[in-house]
């Protein structure tokens, strides 16, 4: 049963009075987490540098023209969208994920797209730094970020000096 419990709950104390208000719709909770912009960090991940879509193709082996594909279909959604007045009409990420659905290759591009090799070991950035975005230029220390990576096997393919290559250089945002 949903329901809103309202509180009021006056406090004489040199007459001041407080409101409390507690929500009952609220399911869901929030782990603590003890240090500042903490959600941030925890959202960062592992990207190629590159916006070569061959390149893109071959790190996650789908076929050359896949990344183009996904590009014209969310342009048309995009495109459509516009033209829409009101909702759901114009929510053109809702009619183009469902588009994609059940094709493969196109939700493995888009995911890879969106969220790259996903999440790795933080460990391996330097803890002073704030900055939650770079460039991993060290290939030794790039090797071992992509190997904590929680989706390094879309390129479990070809090996780390392919990856290298293809992704210029390895990116975390």
Not at 40 to 55: K, S, Y
């Amino acid at each position: 049963m949903v329901s809103n419990v309202f509180i009021i709950h006056l406090l004489s104390t040199r007459l001041n009075y407080f409101v409390v208000y507690i929500n009952y719709h609220v399911t869901d909770t929030i782990t603590y987490v003890p240090y500042l912009n903490s959600y941030l960090i925890m959202g960062i991940r592992l990207f190629p540098h590159t916006d070569n879509n061959a390149c893109l193709a071959e790190l996650i082996n789908v076929p050359h023209d896949t990344f183009d594909r996904l590009r014209y279909i969310e342009e048309q959604y995009q495109g459509e969208a516009k033209e829409a007045t009101k909702w759901p009409e114009n929510d053109w990420y809702e009619m183009f994920r469902n588009h994609i659905k059940g094709h493969e290759e196109l939700e493995k591009a888009h995911e890879f797209r969106v969220s790259g090799w996903g999440y790795f070991d933080l460990k391996y950035l330097d803890s002073d730094d704030d900055c939650c975005a770079g460039e991993i230029t060290d290939p030794v220390l790039a090797q071992k970020i992509f190997d904590s990576a929680h989706n390094k096997e879309l390129s479990n393919h070809i090996d780390f000096e392919r990856v290298s290559q293809l992704s210029h250089v390895l990116c975390y945002s």
